[in-house]
């Protein structure tokens, strides 16, 4: 199983900018589709951004142009960079991925926008 270790958040102004971090462990990382998910309070966790392993991204309607993900495959991090936030951004945010049928979740990191 792949661990999966987020850092990153905390509280911002609207219209700031954080760089969430999450280190991923094992020798496989390379090959491995990346996911930032989120879940507010009170609301279902949810598919902010993906990175597949050929570097290909994509992402929730509500954050393109904002957010951008990318991968270090050499360190084993991927980044969720994350520009002009808004209020309804706030929400614990988690790394996640699946090796085989298995699949893995940090502990997540809490990112506030708030004034």
Not at 38 to 65: C, F, M, W
Request: hydrophobic share 35%; charged share 15%; net charge positive.
């Amino acid at each position: 199983q792949v661990q999966l270790v987020e850092s990153g958040g905390g509280l911002v102004q609207p219209g700031g900018s954080l760089r969430l971090s999450c280190a991923a462990s094992g020798s496989v990382f390379s090959r491995l589709a990346m996911n930032w998910y989120r879940q507010a309070p009170g609301k279902q966790r949810e598919l902010v951004a993906r990175i597949l392993s050929d570097g290909s991204t994509n992402y929730h309607d509500s954050v393109k142009g904002r957010f951008t993900i990318s991968r270090d495959n050499a360190k084993n991090m991927v980044y969720l960079q994350m520009n002009s936030l808004k209020f309804e951004d706030t929400a614990v945010y988690y790394c996640n991925t699946r090796f085989g049928v298995v699949g893995s979740w940090g502990q997540g990191t809490q990112v506030t926008v708030s004034s």
